[in-house]
């Protein structure tokens, strides 16, 4: 029995020996008082105790399945069907061997004879994570975001910022009404007037496809040592080994 039958017993017993009102013990079981006269009359004229048990316990469902049933699904899934998933499993089932059973039914009926499916093994990245650069100044991320920075005490304004990839330092950060080019030139005069050069840098979501820096992107611009040569002659900043320097002063 379970435990709140065995509570209706206490119940009923103590109402029995005058110890406890038929009001009481509804109040107690959270029943009716007419439900609690009929669990006293069952429990006088039925036996006792096990009276107040459910009925149907101990018994079979008439709507379970048949033993042999589920010995032929095992049977026809370990023979003709096996490596299928069970909701493919009952498909077949139902269109080959006129044998309508629901996906859980099935699930259940293959790990009740230990029968488990592999899990599908998941697909491997194509493309993992970037490494990032092994030293500070290779390249630059470049970008810029609209946010409410400072709430509601001001209006939302666009952060442009350029980060060194090897060491995550902020080159340069400079606030804009809207994303703009002038934004973009003024944090890398900083990023260049505090550490030079890089050898690269990457952005995304310039304002145009015609934007001047994309087109002076020594990553993917300067391609001949000729090319590089003549960058590095235009700017204040000596490379040394293909690292930035910054100037002396």
């Given at each position: 029995?379970?435990?709140?039958?065995?509570?209706?017993?206490?119940?009923?017993?103590?109402?029995?020996?005058g110890h406890?009102?038929?009001?009481e013990?509804?109040?107690?079981?959270g029943l009716?008082?007419?439900?609690?006269?009929?669990?006293?009359?069952?429990?006088?004229?039925?036996?006792?105790?096990?009276?107040?048990?459910?009925?149907?316990r101990?018994?079979?469902?008439k709507?379970?399945i048949?033993?042999?049933?589920?010995?032929?699904?095992v049977?026809l899934?370990?023979?003709?069907?096996?490596?299928?998933?069970?909701?493919?499993?009952?498909?077949?089932?139902?269109?080959?061997?006129?044998?309508?059973?629901s996906?859980p039914?099935?699930?259940?009926?293959?790990?009740s004879?230990?029968?488990?499916?592999?899990?599908p093994?998941?697909r491997?990245?194509?493309?993992?994570?970037?490494?990032?650069?092994?030293?500070?100044?290779?390249?630059?991320?470049?970008?810029a975001?609209?946010?409410?920075?400072?709430?509601?005490?001001?209006?939302s304004?666009?952060?442009?910022?350029?980060?060194d990839?090897?060491?995550?330092?902020?080159?340069?950060a400079?606030?804009?009404?809207?994303?703009?080019?002038?934004g973009?030139?003024?944090?890398?005069?900083?990023?260049?007037?505090?550490?030079?050069?890089?050898?690269?840098?990457?952005?995304?979501?310039?304002?145009?496809?015609?934007?001047?820096m994309k087109?002076?992107?020594?990553?993917?611009?300067v391609?001949?040592?000729?090319?590089?040569?003549?960058?590095?002659?235009?700017?204040p900043?000596?490379?040394?080994?293909?690292?930035?320097?910054?100037p002396?002063?």
């Amino acid at each position: 029995m379970t435990r709140a039958e065995w509570k209706k017993v206490l119940v009923v017993e103590k109402i029995l020996d005058g110890h406890m009102t038929n009001a009481e013990g509804a109040a107690v079981l959270g029943l009716g008082v007419r439900q609690v006269i009929r669990l006293k009359k069952k429990y006088v004229e039925e036996g006792g105790a096990q009276a107040l048990a459910h009925g149907n316990r101990g018994r079979k469902p008439k709507h379970a399945i048949p033993e042999e049933v589920k010995d032929h699904v095992v049977g026809l899934y370990t023979t003709t069907y096996h490596g299928s998933n069970n909701c493919r499993f009952a498909e077949l089932l139902e269109e080959h061997e006129s044998i309508k059973l629901s996906t859980p039914s099935v699930r259940r009926i293959l790990l009740s004879k230990g029968i488990k499916q592999a899990k599908p093994r998941r697909r491997k990245k194509a493309h993992g994570p970037r490494q990032r650069k092994p030293q500070a100044g290779m390249l630059w991320q470049i970008d810029a975001t609209p946010y409410a920075w400072l709430e509601d005490r001001a209006p939302s304004f666009t952060l442009h910022a350029a980060i060194d990839d090897a060491t995550g330092t902020v080159a340069g950060a400079v606030f804009r009404p809207t994303e703009c080019r002038e934004g973009y030139s003024l944090v890398m005069m900083q990023g260049i007037r505090n550490y030079g050069v890089p050898l690269g840098f990457t952005a995304t979501n310039l304002p145009s496809s015609g934007h001047p820096m994309k087109r002076c992107s020594l990553a993917s611009s300067v391609s001949t040592p000729e090319q590089r040569l003549r960058c590095v002659r235009r700017s204040p900043v000596r490379y040394s080994y293909g690292i930035m320097v910054r100037p002396s002063r």
